[in-house]
């Protein structure tokens, strides 16, 4: 139980005082005998303990209407309220490069679009305080989820990425500047932009360079990052003859561009040619933005006050009941 007024309690200290003082005026004698001998042996009824039970009907009665007063609740639950955190976008290529499988773990070959959205989802699982969105893209850009704070829906919509999902092309200016229409109306703190592709730009109708002046004119702080391999990397098609081999294709990524953009912005650019290295840059971005969250709590309460009044309203009609009553009569 917790109090709405708790400084009302301190009244309870003057019902006491109060009925000491009620019953001390109401002692004196209503008339006066000389000798009050004959008195004493009149027998005693049971309506003169009763009368005396007056006065403490009356005190726990004002009580327990103090105890209504202070405000008595219950809490139900606690809720944290986002306060300062970080708004983000997550821009993922999705083009059909994205395919090639010059990332592994100590088990398997992974292409890069798995890898990026494994690391990804880890990513997502370490910001649970801010509202993180979606934009994938190859020949256009498409937003695949809005900033929001379901980060386990966020985390489905990053599962179900394919290879190819959005045309065949890279159009890294359109993506970057969907991703900052998402933030036009954030009000956060600090407004990032995290692309990763593994190409050069030769789709879109905007070009990256002016995508970064835009995200700078907002305050969108940009992290570039080129996933692929250094050299030639393996890229799995279909066979003629059926099933899959795999081709070497050269990796070409814009790396002069990507910084371009990323210095335009206050960001940075990484380099990842593995999943280690992957996993590495997206730490690093999560540690320069983190934030001082002070998250406040909120209970959402129950209040109690009702049933106290109830038993102090009961407990002083009863005892005016009585007392316009047989007891209320009697002498004192």
């Known amino acids: 139980m917790i109090w709405r007024y708790p400084e009302a309690l301190a009244l309870l200290v003057l019902v006491p005082l ?7 005026r109401a002692a004196r004698p209503a008339l006066h005998f000389s000798d009050t001998k004959l008195l004493a042996r009149l027998p005693s009824t049971w309506t003169v303990g009763a009368s005396a039970a007056l006065p403490w009907l009356r005190g726990i009665g004002v009580a327990l209407l103090v105890v209504a ?3 008595p609740r219950r809490g139900l639950s606690d809720s944290a309220v ?6 983000i976008v997550l821009v993922m290529d999705v083009s059909p490069s994205m395919a090639a499988e010059d990332f592994s773990t100590r088990s398997q070959r992974l292409n890069r679009l798995d890898a990026a959205k494994r690391v990804v989802a880890d990513f997502i699982r370490r910001r649970p305080n801010d509202r993180l969105g979606l934009v994938v893209f190859a020949a256009w850009p ?6 929001t704070l379901d980060h386990a829906w966020l985390e489905q919509r990053v599962a179900e990425l394919h290879v190819g999902m959005v045309g065949d092309g890279t159009a890294i200016g359109s993506a970057l500047g969907s991703a900052v229409n998402r933030l036009r109306e954030s009000t956060a703190k600090s407004k990032v932009v995290v692309l990763l592709t593994d190409g050069m730009n030769n789709a879109g109708a905007l070009s990256p360079d002016d995508a970064a002046q835009a995200a700078a004119a907002m305050s969108v702080r940009v992290y570039t990052i080129g996933a692929g391999t250094r050299g030639m990397a393996p890229v799995p098609v279909r066979s003629p003859f059926g099933g899959v081999q795999y081709i070497q294709q050269p990796v070409e990524i814009d790396e002069a561009l990507l910084q371009r953009m990323a210095a335009a912005t206050g960001g940075r650019y990484f380099r990842a040619t593995d999943l280690e290295g992957l996993e590495e840059i997206y730490r690093q971005i999560d540690a320069l933005e983190k934030t001082e969250i002070e998250a406040r709590q909120y209970t959402r309460f129950e209040e109690r006050f009702a049933p106290w009044a109830a038993a102090g309203a009961l407990a002083l009609a009863i005892e005016l009941a009585l007392s316009l009553g047989r007891l209320g009569r009697l002498p004192a």
């Open 18 to 24: 109060a009925e000491w003082w009620r019953c001390r």
């Open 82 to 87: 986002r306060t300062d955190a970080v708004d």
């Open 69 to 71: 007063l202070a405000g």
């Open 142 to 147: 498409y937003t695949a989820s809005p900033l």
